[in-house]
T-cell receptor, first 114, second 112 residues
Framework: NAGVTQTPKFQVLKTGQSMTLQCAQD?????MYWYRQDPGMGLRLIYY???????DKGEVPNGYNVSRLNKREFSLRLESAAPSQTSVYFC?????????????FGSGTRLTVV | AQTVTQSQPEMSVQEAETVTLSCTYD???????LFWYKQPPSRQMILVIR??????QNATENRFSVNFQKAAKSFSLKISDSQLGDAAMYFC?????????FGTGTSLTVIP
């Protein structure tokens, strides 16, 4: 089925460990996004990629890096995980940045940092 | 600054009844879009309905409709003939330019 695929679905890390969250979309969308979802705070944008080869910071980029590997894939890396990064992470894609494009979301990654 | 406020953390409705979820937003933009997303326990965020700010007519998708009051910056979601499968978190979202802002969500319970 067409859509946004995230891996892994669940992950537990120790403080200081690193990991990469993977995201791939097969809808030929130009723009991709990483959000985190915390209780009582809705979704907050971490990084986004307007198109292949470009990335930009969102609202909460500290502690994260991203790579737009190609048009399909957009990864999120935690270099040194901290308990404050315990959250549910969502990848999303859209045809472009124009406001009239809604997002297609992945099913999320629940990350726990202990 | 753009903010989206959902003042009802939790709502409940009897099956087959109608429920309205509230959303207000703050913006200085004239061209923007508003969305309602549903997040069931599976975590998948699903687009329910969207509204273009320049359109006066309220959007409708089957049992889901909105009441868009541009001057009041209000964008409520009405669910008619509620079904058990409607139970989920509902997020209101505002989009202008290249930024998408989400509210904190309303948890909807459907009572059989």
């Amino acid at each position: 089925n067409a859509g946004v695929t995230q891996t892994p679905k669940f992950q537990v890390l120790k403080t200081g460990q690193s990991m990469t969250l993977q995201c791939a979309q097969d809808m030929n969308h130009n723009s991709m996004y990483w959000y985190r979802q915390d209780p009582g705070m809705g979704l907050r944008l971490i990084y986004y990629s307007a198109s292949e080869g470009t990335t930009d910071k969102g609202e909460v980029p500290n502690g994260y890096n991203v790579s737009r590997l190609n048009k399909r894939e957009f990864s999120l890396r935690l270099e040194s995980a901290a308990p404050s990064q315990t959250s549910v992470y969502f990848c999303a894609s859209s045809e472009g940045l124009s406001p009239n494009y809604g997002y297609t979301f992945g099913s999320g990654t629940r990350l726990t940092v202990v | 600054a753009q903010t989206v406020t959902q003042s009802q953390p939790e709502m409940s409705v009897q099956e087959a009844e109608t429920v309205t979820l509230s959303c207000t937003y703050d913006t200085s933009e004239s061209d923007y879009y508003l969305f309602w997303y549903k997040q069931p326990p599976s975590r998948q965020m699903i687009l329910v309905i969207r509204q273009e700010a320049y359109k006066q007519q309220n959007a409708t998708e089957n049992r889901f409709s909105v009441n868009f009051q541009k001057a009041a910056k209000s964008f409520s979601l009405k669910i008619s003939d509620s079904q058990l499968g409607d139970a989920a978190m509902y997020f209101c979202a505002y989009k202008a330019g290249n930024q998408f802002y989400f509210g904190t969500g309303t948890s909807l319970t459907v009572i059989p």
